[in-house]
């Protein structure tokens, strides 16, 4: 399996960004899909997952109420919505699969990760 994440990019604080991460090759049936962020000096930290039925999704409180995680199963995508954006989102953001579907916000029950897209907010 593979992830490409995409649509990162420089954003003036308050602004928005979209991240959309492709999946290919052999994915189970249904799988979650998470979202993670590391910023320089911290260690990585979850933001979002949606399992396979898109019910359930999970955020971090960091980013309740300004992200919004979605995904087009047909396409294998998972998109994250990023609005009010703050100095304090910039980080490397990862794109993550769960093949078990649990929709955990536990890095561990991710078996397949994306390269990161950076994420770079401008006060």
């Known amino acids: 399996v593979q992830l490409q994440a995409s649509g990162g990019g ?11 991460c492709a999946a290919s090759g052999r994915t189970s049936r249904t799988y979650t899909m998470g979202w993670f962020r590391q910023a320089p000096g911290k260690e990585r930290e979850f933001v979002a997952a949606i399992r396979w039925s898109g019910s359930g999704d999970n955020y ?27 100095p304090e989102d910039t980080a490397v953001y990862y794109c993550a699969l769960d093949l078990s579907n649990t929709g955990a916000r536990y890095s561990d029950y991710y078996e397949y990760w994306g390269q990161g897209t950076q994420v770079t907010v401008s006060s």
């Open 10 to 20: 420089l954003v003036q604080a308050g602004g928005s960004l979209r991240l959309s």
């Open 60 to 86: 971090a409180d960091s980013v309740k109420g300004r992200f919004t995680i979605s995904r087009d199963n047909a396409k294998n995508t998972v998109y994250l919505q990023m609005n009010s954006l703050k």
